[in-house]
């Protein structure tokens, strides 16, 4: 079965454009793509868009783009998807302008996420820059990083079925934590290409689609920079450096305009299927990536009773 092949964009609803664009392009060092009808887009490398930002109340994921290698793969995945009562429709023209893809089709997953999928994602006209990083971003054949979907209160099978039978994905490996006693964080961990996982989903409390998007770094440097200018200008963090124990991402996560969470990492372990197996494990972080706002008192409270102070 031919599935998608990468998470190519991603398309946000927010109720600030200006300070999504200064949030994108001057702290995480994103380039500004283009303004459109509804907002502009953000790249992450030479492909025309990574992030397409529509000015709307949702402050929400609003849609996902996928890859798929080719138009008789799509129509023979929407053919899979129809034959198992999904509803599919096909993109029109203008729909594909936007995107800057050469065919779309639209469905949905069982968590009511709009799933699209495409083919022919095009390239910018001119090359990626980015007036802040050092290096570049992970791109290429992973796709534009990943993305953590809360589950709410489907099914794992219903959403597996969707995502590993019907797109293609495979399961990387899940990480059920008890978070606080008798309180379980439970997510799993999918992947389309060798990047650990381009989409989770979990049961968490988190009043949002998306709990977090997940944008790499080749140069660690670009984390610490970034995790600079995330603190110099205020932005909310919502946990501290850390480490994944599964993708292996060092990473911190900061707020976003909206309230869902960009992860910020360098690092992440890329997956061989020929020898790779699947584990449950029972933490979710190595070390670090403590709540932010417990640590940012502990830090006030230290301060003003500082063993190190004068
Ligand atoms: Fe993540």
Redesign the pocket.
Known sequence: MSGVTELSYTVYEVSDLADWERFGVELLGMAYGEKTSKGFTLRLDDKAHRWVIEEGPKDDLVASGFSVSSSADLDAMAARLRADGVEVTEGDAALAAERKVDRIIITADPLGNRVELVTGFADAETAFESKNLLGRFVTGAGGAG?E?LMSGTVSRDDYLHFYNELLGFRTSDIIVEEIAPGFFADLIFLHCNPRH?SV?IGDMPFPRRM????IEVTDIRDVGLAWDRCLAAHQPFHMTLGM?PN?M?F?F?VETPSGFNI?Y?WGGLLIDDATWEVKTLDKLNSWGHMPAGPVAQMLAAGDANSKFGN
Do not use: P
């Open positions: 990943h953590v996982h989770a709990h977090h998007f997940m994944h993708d991402m990473s996560y992860e990492g």
